[in-house]
Antibody, heavy 122, light 107 residues
């Protein structure tokens, strides 16, 4: 069974840094793009970033561009989200998920990890 | 950015009712539309992708229709375990964006 497990969430001061990890199991990790989303509890989901299969290409939401860096280590089946210059508005539960597609080019996001909570506060 | 407008924001229905949730994109997204179910404190669960393709393991009472800009999620016979928030999401282009969600309550 495909599974993703996030870790690394914590309480951090504004301006600080944090690295989240997303460990995958149960599937061929290097065959899939991975995305990060975040969600303020009780609010909607927001896309954060994505990385391609070999880690050579990343894309970010404008709100995190220049502050967050996504990377992956396919030998460890793990994706990372390095977050710096953190702001109060970055406070959220962060989820990683696997992107898949069918032969017609349509796809979805499954599975999702259970999430890891980042709180940015002094 | 593509804006996703979802309605209603909440609804209350009885067990066995047919429930319809709509989602409109601010520009055409072909069939790159996904539907998720989420319960409090849990991650989203993919129900439908490609506007109408049922994800494996999802009950057949869930279905999706639409293409272009207008989409619909249908629960053909509401069950108690369907109490949740439902989100649409476009995967046509980044930034990926979501509808505001629909809270489904059981009468």
């Amino acid at each position: 069974e495909a599974q993703l497990v996030e870790s690394g969430g914590n309480l951090v001061q504004p301006g600080g840094s944090l690295r989240l990890s997303c460990a995958a199991s149960g599937f061929i990790f290097s065959d899939y793009w991975i995305h990060w989303f975040r969600q303020v509890p009780g609010k909607g989901l927001v896309w954060v970033s994505r990385i391609n299969k070999d880690g050579s290409s990343t894309t970010y939401a404008d709100s995190v561009k220049g502050r967050f860096t996504m990377s992956r280590d396919n030998s460890k089946n793990t994706v990372y989200l390095q977050m710096s210059s953190l702001r109060a508005e970055d406070t959220a539960v962060y989820y990683c998920t696997r992107a898949f597609g069918n032969i017609h080019g349509y796809g979805g996001y499954d599975p999702w990890g259970q999430g890891t909570l980042v709180i940015v506060s002094s | 950015d593509i804006q996703m407008t979802q309605s209603p924001s909440s609804l209350s229905a009885s067990v066995g009712d047919r429930v319809t949730i709509t989602c409109r994109a601010s520009q055409t997204i072909d069939s790159h539309l996904n539907w998720f179910q989420q319960n409090p404190g849990k991650p989203p669960k993919l129900l439908i992708y490609g506007a109408s393709i049922l994800q494996g393991g999802v009950p057949s009472r869930f279905s999706g229709t639409g293409s272009g800009t207008d989409f619909t999620l249908i629960i053909s016979s509401l069950q108690p375990e369907d109490l949740a928030t439902y989100f649409c999401q476009q995967s046509y282009s980044t930034p990926l964006t979501f509808g505001g969600g629909t809270n489904v309550e059981i009468k």
